[in-house]
Structure formats: C-alpha cells, structure tokens
C-alpha cells in the first residue's frame, strides 16, 4: 500500500496529495460554514483570496529578498519552478489578505476560523499523507515489531504515527457539535494538533535540537499549546461574564 | 467541567507536557541534524566515491569545506537537458568562488554511450561522474530526475530541489546561499 502510494506520488508529484487536500477541505468547510453563521460565498471568497495572496507574496517576497538575483533573470519571477518561494512569507500574505478582506467585509474573525476549520483538518491529513509519499521524514532506531527499514536501519514509522494522528483529529473535530462560544471549535483543533506533535516528535529523528537535546518543534508544540489553551479559557470567560451580566441586569 | 476543574486540567496537560519534553530530549546523540547523513536539507550529505568521464576518482567528503551542487541526471530525461545549460553558465560565474559542481550521471539506468556526446554538445566544464550499480541514486533515496543537492561547506544539505528544469534565479539563490 505505502509502496504503491509512493509510485504514484514521489516527489514532486506529492504536491497533488496537498491540492486534493484542500479542494476535499474547502468542500467540506462549505458544507459546514452556516452552522458558524458564514456564508459559504464568503468562505470561499476568504479562501481564494487568502490562496492568491499565498501564491502572490511567497514569490514577490522571494524576490524582494533575493533581488540582486532577480535583477539579473527578471523572468524568474514568472518560472514555474516551485521553489523559488518563501513558504513562511506566503504564510503570513495569506493570513493578511484573509483578514482584510474579512475586516472589509465585517466577518467576525473566531466565526470564520471555526468555519474553516475542517479545511485546516483536511489539509493536515493530506500534508502527512505527502510526507508518507515523498519519505520526508524519519524516525529515531527502535526494536519494536512495528519499526520499518528507513535509512538503513529500522525506524519508528513517523509518517504512519502523524497521519494516524492526524485522520483522528480530522475524525474528531468533524464528529464535534458546533460549540456555542465563536472560536473554541478552531482552538480545540488547535490544541490537538498542537498536543500530538508535542508528544510524536518524540519518536522523530530529523528534528532540530536546542539546549543540548531538547527538540525545538516540541517546545514550538507546548507554546502554541499554552496559548491555545489560554485562550479557549479567556473565551469561556468572556461569555460566562456577559451572560453573568445579561442575567443581572433582567433580574 | 467547571472553571477551578478546567483550569486544573489545563495545567496537568501542560505540565506533562513539559515533562514529555525533558524525559524525550536527545541526550544520546542518535538524532538528529547535521548528525547523521541522509538525503534531506539539515543532514550530512551521504558520501560516495565515484569515477568521471576522464576515469579519475571523486569522493564527496574530500570536498568538505567547499560548497558542492549535485545534480542527478539522464541524457532520456528532458528536463535534465534543459537545465544544464543553465548549471554550465553558473559554473562559470561561482567557480571561483569555491563552488563544486558533480553532475551525476544515472548510469546504470542511462545510455552510456550517449553520455560524452551529449557533455560535449552541451560544452560542460564541470565534473561528470557515472553511477554505474545506481549506488548514488539509492543512498540518495533518488525518486525523480533531476534532482538537485545544495550542501554547504560543512557538508550539510542546505537544500533538495526536486524536478526542474531549475530556473537561473532559483540556482542562483541557492549556490549564493552554500557559498556563505
């Protein structure tokens, strides 16, 4: 099975594991979004703008960071060469141009992160899925029965440990019954992604350690992990207090 | 769960989670980066020891301290074609600077005899080596020509680019990147 799903998407066709991903997650997103009170032009809208910006500004943003290079092959700018990209920069022109055109349109913000929220699921599914493909990442040496040869020694199956995690995190957040607070629904998906990572990375032996052996994902997990938790906690608060206020001002 | 219960949990949760990071740190060396060879951005490249065109020998950790690009490569494969020429012009640019280029050969899944006239038409400088048992593409976890390594000086893998033809930019970018 593994063997055949790597035949047909080695690298670069892996990269059609994650398009599949996201079509599958928006469809899916659509189907849910008027339980979290978003239409589903304007979560597609959100989408495809966030999309452009992503495509848009991790390569303009290559190329600003690389200009002497691009000054010389202007042309590269439009190369269909995949690389010349700066994922972590199309990150955050997707995030920016998704929230100013929920701002522009007064979409509340926690409302359309829970309404794409099974699309987040869909996609973590399929990124592990690729990962298994393209026999990206590899475990640490292990004797348990279970181990598969990589590198030239037997290995903890990462890839099969993040994808099992990751179907049943898709599994349970699309099981879950819409919260009644905006937000906890995608803080919840959140938190969980953020607690499996935390305790698979254990088994991973390609991570990148800090501090004389602590692993650095694993303290990026436990952060994102504290805040998220933090802040379902604040939101729960928050409409504790105001329904403690509408109560008191009708008794 | 009310809130004194919620916030309990959350504070279990954390704590063995902290917990979780401390028992499971790398105290042993079998991980990670930089430590190990394999074939992927942050690790050692894995060394092999090859002969050229010319019938001289090339053995990767001997070039430890100069940026290295490998390419893995065809003469069937078009892509591979394409992007040469773009390759020899960076050569020429960089060479001096330091950077090796080892164009590797698939050999064993290749027409040899298309390998010379091909170099020659092209007019390639650098050096090309033949996997002939494919001993490279196998370490190399080879799953699409052409493929591409960028290792820096100390040897690590800065960079893996699958597929190509690569553009003169994304070359460009990534052997100023090893060079530093």
């Known amino acids: 099975m593994i063997t055949l799903l790597r035949s047909l998407f080695s690298p670069p066709r892996h990269l059609i594991l994650l398009l599949a991903a996201l079509w599958i997650g928006l469809a899916l997103a659509e189907k849910r979004a008027e339980r979290h009170n978003i239409s589903k032009a304007a979560l597609n809208n959100i989408f495809f703008y966030s999309i452009l910006g992503y495509i848009l500004g991790g390569r303009v943003l290559y190329a600003l960071s690389n200009l002497a290079v691009f000054a010389r092959s202007p042309l590269s700018l439009f190369s269909p060469n995949i690389d010349l990209f700066d994922p972590l920069a199309a990150l955050a022109a997707a995030f920016i141009v998704g929230w100013i055109y929920g701002y522009r349109e007064k979409l509340p913000f926690w409302a359309v992160l829970d309404a794409l929220t099974p699309l ?3 996609l973590a599914v399929g990124i592990t899925l690729s990962h298994l493909a393209a026999n990206e990442i590899f475990g640490n040496p292990t004797s348990m029965p279970w181990g598969m040869e990589q590198l030239d020694a037997i290995r903890h199956p990462v890839q099969l440990y993040e994808l099992i995690a990751s179907i049943l995190i ?50 990026i997990a436990w952060i994102t992990l504290a805040i998220t938790l933090f802040t379902i906690e604040s939101i729960r608060r928050k409409d504790q207090f105001s329904k403690a206020t509408f109560m008191s001002r009708n008794s | 769960m009310n809130l004194p219960q919620r916030r309990i949990a959350y504070i279990i949760i954390l704590t063995l989670g902290l917990v979780w990071i401390f028992v499971s740190a790398d105290g042993s060396g079998v991980s990670t980066s930089g430590k190990i060879s394999a074939p992927q951005q942050g690790f050692l490249a894995p060394d092999f020891e090859l002969k050229t065109l010319e019938g001289e020998t090339v053995r990767l950790s001997d070039l430890r301290g100069q940026a290295v690009l490998i390419n893995l490569w065809a003469t069937w494969c078009p892509p591979c074609r394409a992007e040469m020429q773009s390759i020899e012009e960076v050569y020429q640019e960089y060479k001096d600077q330091g950077l090796i280029i080892l164009a590797v ?47 820096r000086r100390d040897g690590i893998i800065h960079e893996v680019v699958i597929g190509g033809p690569m553009a003169e930019a994304l070359l460009r970018t990534r052997i100023e990147n090893i060079l530093k």
């Open chain 1, 120 to 122: 987040f699921a869909t």
């Open chain 2, 105 to 151: 050969n698939m050999t064993n899944q290749d027409d040899y005899s298309a390998v010379m006239p091909f170099v020659k038409a092209q007019g390639l400088t650098f050096p090309i080596l033949l996997d002939e048992k494919g001993e490279v593409g196998r370490s190399y976890q080879l799953q699409s020509l052409p493929s591409s390594y960028f290792i």
């Open chain 1, 170 to 219: 898709f599994g349970w957040i699309w099981l879950q019954k819409t919260d009644s607070q905006p937000g906890i629904y995608f803080l919840s998906f959140a938190a969980l992604t953020a607690a499996s990572r935390l305790f698979l990375e254990a088994f991973r032996g390609d991570g990148t350690l800090i501090f004389g052996g602590l692993r650095l994902a694993q303290v």
